[in-house]
């Protein structure tokens, strides 16, 4: 029996699966079970009509290109497509500017391995998006936390945080940001944040990976003009953008794109070619096409009002059932809300009782870089019909309680 | 203005295109160029009816997950189907050591990942294929080639290169081959030389990456036992091996697959979180309906007489335009043939004077990590119709004529 230890890297060696994921295949099969884990889009909003339209089409053989390799930047078309929703957003990129990628996930990919040597920090927020973490982790970055205050990071935390470490003789590159209903702790970055954090990042000299997977779903407590892209403010080329259909047309089609400097995108370009030459050629197309015949933007109003109505029946299961022992902030869009429990009880220690129940989250600990949040938990209200999602927390709420009469 | 290098890690200033990538981009738009680079399949024999026939019953909305988030394994009856296609293989694979990968590249770029540290050897046939160079190059590993013989490659030299990085206190993990109709160089490895390497690298305890997109696609004078992968007489858990549906059904969807040791494939796993989180839903469940409904079986025989046809009408060219200038070994399968020039001839000198006669190839050297084949240049014959061949190959003739009347 070969002992396959001595042939891994260090990172193969270190490589841990992600929580998520893992809660994913423990709870899977149950019949009956209610899951707040996963960030899924809800499929009865998906276009399924127009989709199977848009693929009879591209089909029909015409077009020889459409099952065929296609450029490492991306289809063209799909690429001035991007052009036109950056613009919208108050961005300009041009093709130079631009990648699609196989998911936002490959887009934190690709940072990491063009950014990232093995012991630099990266800069992420308290709590922030595991996916991210998994990307600068498998790059063997040194991930280091700050604070987030209601209006996004917090500027004092993450000064004193980039210098302590540079202090320390640490190389500081980047800090990765979501500044548009935070995955997992809901936030939205405010403003006035915003223009102080670019400010802060050019005088430390940071680049700003900005991820915005969630701006186009805010909520009726907020608008577009709240969900200004940082990168929309940035003169000097310091903001990579990324972004992604999956939240708005479909997850299943992996496509995502990076707006960047020209050189960067240069680079992410040649390091996608190493990853997986390019992304899939008919999905692209799927994509591209769901934007040229506005279903794209038809379907995100529609989008909104969707995921707005969970949220409230989400808030409203959970005041009616958990009020003072839960506690969280309203996320005005997005997809989750990140809840606090007693300080006393572990996130963590009330999965195997919720699977129980046939409800599931995920615990907020992984989030963390730097060991807190083990009371916290993440629920997605994306997914469950409002029916199954007051179900939950109804669920849910009988676990909390019996948790808090054995402590 | 920024200046980004200091902001790159030493693999992202490391980073070098692709040649193929590069040729495609200088030779884009212009109108009657007449291709023998990229190694793309032909659309002509896409089965285009089929596909489409598939994607509408796929996007009929029926069933929920066809355009979700999806397993990082992979959707769960391909990987049946796969253990299936790998049995008429000869290789037995359950879920355990399978896994889905965003093409082979994909593969290729998590065995890279998992199995090799920043000056790691990774072994390599002389020559070899470009992306799986890009892959390991990414990890910052060293490469070293291994001659190859009519055969395959050279099992003395192997062990003695072997050797000599191990006394120099190199680790030397890996070995990548290509048995099955070579990229570039068209070479079958014979079984015996199958079974004597198999035997070598466990005498010297080396993985061995064995990546086989072309095995089914042999023409008359090949047939399928000769073809057998070398993981087939695996009984050590010791080859990684690696196919893809690229090249039998369509590229466009980024569907391959690799079958390994479980406790490796768990790692592969892990990496892929990190890398994409999983490949395309829709593209894995088109791939998987073509191979249920027998659209693949009966697409393989078609593919294998249209190939050898287009290899005959090169061959037949070459020969009479460019007989005792050109020598090249026939490939009995697949899409390349390797052709040596002169020897004060450069490949990469004639492109030039090429793209100005409107046909294009590959220059050699790329594929040759000890710096010679600088007089090949790699024909690719997969993609032009036969009239277009035809002219290509009159083309490319002038082309060395006027190179070998300069000299």
């Not at 909003?45 to 029909?60: H, Y």
């Not at 700003?208 to 080329?237: C, H, M, N, Q, S």
């Not at 996320?331 to 009330?350: C, K, T, Y």
Request: aromatic share 8%; proline share 6%.
């Amino acid at each position: 029996m070969i002992n396959y230890d001595s042939f891994l890297s260090r990172r193969g060696l270190d490589m841990q699966g992600s929580a998520i994921r893992r809660i994913g295949a423990l709870s899977a099969g149950i019949p009956d079970m209610i899951s707040f884990a996963p960030g899924y889009p809800d499929p009865a909003v998906t276009p399924w009509a127009d989709f199977r339209e848009i693929a009879s089409g591209l089909l029909s053989g015409s077009d020889s290109e459409v099952l065929q390799y296609g450029p490492t930047r991306g289809h063209a078309p799909l690429l001035d497509a991007v052009t036109s929703i950056l613009a919208e957003r108050g961005i300009r990129a041009s093709r130079e500017e631009l990648l699609v990628t196989t998911g936002s996930q490959q887009a934190l990919d690709l940072a990491a391995r063009v950014l990232c040597d093995p012991g630099d920090v990266v800069i992420v927020e308290l709590p922030t998006y595991t996916g991210a973490l998994a990307a600068f982790r498998d790059a063997q970055a040194e991930l280091v936390g700050v604070r987030q205050d209601a209006d996004g990071i917090n500027l004092e935390d993450l000064e004193a945080v980039v210098k302590r470490e540079r202090r320390a003789g640490k190389r500081v590159g980047c800090l990765y940001v979501v500044p548009n209903f935070q995955n997992p702790a809901g936030l939205l970055m405010g403003l006035e944040k915003r223009r102080r954090l670019l400010e802060t990042a050019s005088r430390l000299d940071l680049l700003l990976v900005e991820d915005d997977p969630y701006g186009a779903l805010y909520f009726d407590d907020a608008d577009a003009p709240l969900t200004r892209p940082i990168k929309a403010a940035d003169d000097d080329g310091r903001v990579l953008y990324l972004s992604s259909f999956s939240k708005t047309l479909a997850a299943g089609f992996r496509v995502a794109w990076i707006a960047a400097p020209a050189p960067l995108v240069a680079k992410f370009d040649v390091a996608k070619q190493a990853a997986d030459l390019c992304s899939g050629a008919l999905d692209q197309r799927m994509v591209y096409e769901a934007w040229k015949r506005g279903v794209l933007a038809a379907g995100v109003p529609r989008l909104r009002a969707h995921y707005r109505h969970k949220r409230e029946t989400i808030e409203r299961a959970m005041r009616a059932t958990l009020d003072g022992v839960l506690s969280w902030r309203t996320p005005r869009g997005g997809f989750f809300i990140l809840a606090s429990l007693p300080e006393d009880l572990n996130g963590e220690d009330l999965l195997q009782p919720a699977i129980a129940e046939r409800v599931v989250f995920v615990a907020g600990a992984p989030f963390f870089v730097d060991g807190s949040g083990r009371n916290t938990i993440r629920l997605s209200f994306s997914l469950p019909a409002p029916d199954r999602i007051v179900e939950g927390v109804n669920r849910l709420a009988r676990v909390i309680r019996q948790a808090l009469e054995r402590r």
